[in-house]
């Protein structure tokens, strides 16, 4: 069992930064593969980024692909997504998750944080 907690969201202004981060508590935290996803109003939950056990490979949305930074701290059991050049279309919930894969689809994540909101602003 894992729990994560995703902390960091907020409310920003188009073109600012934010970074989000996901505590992770339970078993050994480099056992997983972890990502981001996010989930906006009247859509479905989309995959933002994923990240290897070792954080070694990581993989992004084209959305996001050189704008977010998907990092990871095995020593801290946290993952981070360092967020730039925000747009209003990256307003979502945002959530972490751990899977025993390294994978973009969101079926083989097994665990799940509450989700943290990002709003950005016009």
């Known amino acids: 069992q894992v729990q994560l907690v995703e902390s960091g969201g907020g409310l920003v202004q188009a073109g600012g930064s934010l970074r989000l981060s996901c505590a992770a508590s339970?078993?050994?935290?480099?056992?997983?593969?972890m990502g981001w996803f996010r989930q906006a109003p009247g859509k479905e939950r989309e995959f933002v980024a994923a990240i290897s056990w070792s954080g070694a490979s990581t993989h992004y949305a084209d959305s996001v692909k050189g704008r977010f930074t998907i990092s990871r701290d095995n020593a801290k059991n946290t993952m981070y997504l360092q967020m730039n050049s925000l747009k209003p279309e990256d307003t979502a919930v945002y959530y972490c998750a751990a899977s025993l894969r390294y994978t973009v689809l969101i079926t083989q994540y097994d665990y799940w944080g509450q989700g943290t909101q990002v709003t950005v602003s016009t």
């Open positions: 339970g078993r050994t935290f480099s056992s997983y593969a």
